[in-house]
């Protein structure tokens, strides 16, 4: 079965639904960061969370830092000024909380089966792979969503994908799909592991 892994969405919902058109019945993956700096957060989390039979989130650090703003004022203005006052606008200055329940409930990495081929997801490359899976405390590691490690050799995986760095690349068994920064939509194919781009069709906003 056809699975489509997606960088980071980033509130670009027109470049989501292009990505989806093309690959009809792929299963859906994101690496997290589905949410700000584009004008569409509201929209790209509303087609998640009602198309959860045939898609799987990560959660990211801008999912994160969404979480965190709702819960504590004081990080209200790194949300902000990260790309958070777009998500904000989208939803009329007022999150619902069952959206806020559905994205603390995000998984912060997946391991994947794939024609045989065995993936590690996370929004970040998590860098102790080669000490074996992470545990479920393990998986409370920040380092899924804000490490900017190199990705280490763990053979035991075909491949560890992330997005979370801007720009497409691949370096030992590690593949980035973020090309946000190219103001591109990110995706891998699997098992086919070909990676593929979609373009932005909104502009970003601050």
Known sequence: DEVLVL?????QHQALL????????????SVGDIVDRGPDSNRV?????????????????HEKMMIDAHE????????????GSATMQSYSYSVPAAVLGWLERLPRCIELTCAGKKYFIS???YNKLDQGAPSRDDQQDEDFLWARNWPVL?????AQICGHEGKVF???NGICIDDSHNRNLGAI???TDVVLRYPHKAIVLS
């Open 7 to 11: 960088g980071d969405i980033a509130g």
């Open 18 to 29: 292009d990505a989806v058109a093309a690959h009809p019945n792929a299963y859906i993956i």
């Open 45 to 61: 989390i509303e087609w998640f969370m009602t198309n959860q039979e045939r898609s799987q989130v990560i959660m990211g650090n």
């Open 72 to 83: 504590n004022p004081q990080y209200q203005n790194l949300w902000l000024y990260n790309g």
């Open 123 to 125: 929004h970040a490359f």
């Open 154 to 158: 763990a053979p035991q995986y075909h």
């Open 170 to 172: 691949t370096k030992q």
């Open 189 to 191: 194919q699997l098992p």
